[in-house]
């Protein structure tokens, strides 16, 4: 079935494949709750259970895409990305969208994802296209298809973004796509603590599939300390600075200025620890664990990331799929939000 659909519209859209599941996602529970739902739902035929669609927002790194590649292993029904539905010759994009959504439909129930949604449906009036109307034409359709709700429970539409302010407002309503959005946070101590044995099972499941060694030994006492040793300090004027240990000690209440690493970026420390290891020879232990964290430097701009989460949070339309440490700093944010808001003139 699957290799039908990709016959039937080559370079149009992509089945995600995966080979593990939502065992290599640490954390992430509230949003692993959420799609068991919506899948149950749609499997069991329950349309007024299904939402139209869903919004993954988060700063970059956070497990948005990563999710998804898990989803696609355990779920049992097609997720399909679109390729590029753009065409030179006029009226072609047009014809291929429709050409698509109704194969899509003849496949149903499936899940379509949308990466880089900020990418695919800009705010209007905010950039030139320059394509005789193309793409106005492509996102008025694309409106049209998610808010037709004699879809609901087949088509389910899925998309993910790390800035949510440029994409267009449209889209992130009740109805179509934004039907919920799911904040993707940066993952606190706890979290980062099981995202190690889960890494660790990712890449044992990777490296099986093409018989590449993958050894490690690392002792179960170290995984709660990982947590904690996997952040740094950031302030405007200091900047970044990683943790000094006999300074801020296990257990210490989290600071204003921590700021932990993401799931990515834990991967990559895990890789680079596994990487040294291999050329000593040795399987991977908590001393390469140690070495690459004192080494690690993030590169992500802390003030973008952190308006990235800030955005998520105020989009975000339902509390429970909110981390509980997470809620008390969203019901701020919309509260200072709402009191910019009663400056603007009422009608």
């Known amino acids: ?194 995202i190690l044995p889960a890494i660790l099972h990712k890449l044992t499941v990777q490296a099986s599939l093409t018989r590449t060694p993958f050894r490690h030994d690392i002792d179960p006492d170290f995984v709660d300390l990982f947590g904690f040793l996997t952040h740094g300090h950031f302030t405007n004027e200091d900047g970044w600075k990683s943790c000094e240990p006999d300074l801020h000690r296990l257990g210490s209440d989290r600071g204003k200025d921590e700021e932990g690493f993401t799931g990515a970026e834990i991967e990559h420390i895990i890789r680079k620890a596994h990487t040294h290891a291999e050329k000593h020879g040795s399987p991977l232990t908590e001393d390469y664990l140690r070495q690459e964290i004192n080494d690690f430097m993030p590169k992500r701009d802390m003030a973008i990331f952190r308006a990235a989460t800030d955005h998520a949070l105020l989009s975000c339309n339902s509390e429970r799929v909110i981390p509980p440490a997470w809620r008390e700093y969203a019901r701020q944010l919309r509260a200072q939000q709402q009191r910019r808001s009663s400056f603007a003139p009422s009608f």
């Open 1 to 194: 079935k699957k290799e039908h659909l990709e016959d039937q519209a080559p370079g149009l859209l992509e089945i995600s494949r995966s080979s593990w599941g939502l065992d290599a996602i640490g954390a992430l529970e509230e949003k692993k709750e959420y799609i068991k739902d919506v899948v149950a739902a749609m499997k069991a035929g329950n349309k007024l259970a299904v939402p139209q669609g869903c919004i993954l927002l988060g700063g970059f790194g956070t497990g948005k895409t990563v999710f998804i590649q898990a989803l696609a292993h355990m779920i049992g029904l097609p997720i399909i990305k679109l390729g590029n539905i753009r065409d030179k010759f006029v009226g072609e994009s047009e014809r291929r969208l429709s050409y698509l959504c109704e194969l899509l439909k003849s496949y149903a129930p499936v899940i379509i994802f949308i990466d880089e949604l900020d990418q695919w449906f800009q705010k209007r009036g905010t950039v030139y296209h320059g394509d005789s109307g193309v793409s106005a034409r492509l996102t008025a359709k694309f409106m049209d298809i998610m808010s037709d709700t004699d879809l609901r429970g087949d088509l389910f539409w899925i998309g993910a973004s790390n800035r949510p302010g440029d994409i267009d407002q449209a889209f992130l309503r009740e109805g179509r796509m934004g039907d919920d959005i799911l904040p993707f946070l940066p993952p606190d101590r706890n979290e980062r603590s099981r």
